[in-house]
């Protein structure tokens, strides 16, 4: 890949050296994981080789670097998961509200948060394209962006619905109460998908954003929504100041949904519906978040559960994904 790289004509093709750089990025963070572990053993081998029973600070560093050495090839080993197409983009995440009023929008609002603490904790860039808030508090539905590698491989696994049970803050009788909200990840896919939008198969509005202004709100008459007609796939920008931003946004999005739902009808025409696809359907959660009368987030898919629910809403989802992803990846080679 290097010599492509050194070849004259290379960067001419500024799309497809894009691709290959981001390419050759991605094989050399696995290429380096393998290398620190070999050079761990390596090391470990020596050390045993000289090691004596009264030799108590080399048995500490021995015991220290076999935690390491087994972390780092835990680490490469779960890279290999990542073997989708997609795996490697970024990330569109969208979350809706369900039925229940203020307290589905707060809910929604809560895993807001805790994907954008998440996404942090990996080093992810975090753009909000579209949101739109409820009517009293909280948030009825939000789209964002998020950049990074392997951003798609690892949030594909929070596809669904997320149940909660709490007693809510807005009963006035302090009554336990179940919401629902729902959870879908597509991969930004523009550079790899060939997707045609005609003008013709577009409609285009703008309108003035309906938040409550602020810094953090675009109150001018710059946001975009775009209805695909064909399809009848609807989605909108607003975030940005420019109008013409937000179309390129909702553009890309767009480009998106119209490939997932390509994807979709693909599978259907060969039978390949898999359990995991007709369980994110709207009623059936994949994760339930218990803050009453126990505290519990369990996994129905795995049946993971941790009773640290503090931890999970503040953005630690590793276990939960690694977990889901490894089972996957398992029933795949059986």
Known sequence: MNSLISHPGFFQNEEGAKKTLGELKRLKSVAGTWAEAHNKFNDLKEISSILQDSDRDLLHQLETDTKSLVASVGALEFKTLFSGEFDANNAILSINAGAGGTESCDWVKMLLRMYVRFSESKGYSVKTIDILEGEEAGIKNVT???????????????????????????????????????????????????????????????????????????????????????????????????????????????????????????????????????????????????????????????????????????????????????????????
């Open 144 to 334: 964002l962006l998020v950049s990074g590698d392997y951003a798609y491989g690892y949030l594909k696994a929070e596809r669904g619905v997320h149940r909660l049970v709490r007693i809510s803050p807005y009963d006035a009788n302090k009554r336990r109460h179940t919401t629902f909200a729902s959870v879908d990840v597509i991969p930004e896919a523009e550079d790899e998908v060939d997707i045609v939008l005609a003008e013709k198969d577009l409609k285009v509005d703008v309108f003035r954003s309906t938040g409550a202004g602020g810094q953090s709100v675009n109150t001018t008459d710059s946001a975009v929504r775009i209805t695909h007609l064909p399809t009848g796939i609807v989605v909108s920008c607003q975030n940005e100041r420019s109008q013409f931003q937000n179309k390129q946004n909702a553009l890309k999005v767009l480009k998106a949904r119209l490939y997932e739902k390509m994807l979709r009808e693909k599978e259907e025409m060969l039978q390949k519906e898999s359990t995991e696809k007709r369980k994110i359907e709207w009623g059936s959660q994949i994760r339930s978040y218990v803050l009453h009368p126990y505290n519990m987030v369990k996994d129905h898919r795995t049946d993971y559960e941790t009773g640290d629910t503090q931890a999970v809403l503040d953005g630690r989802l590793d276990e939960f994904i690694e977990v889901f992803l490894k089972l996957k990846g398992n029933s795949k080679n059986a």
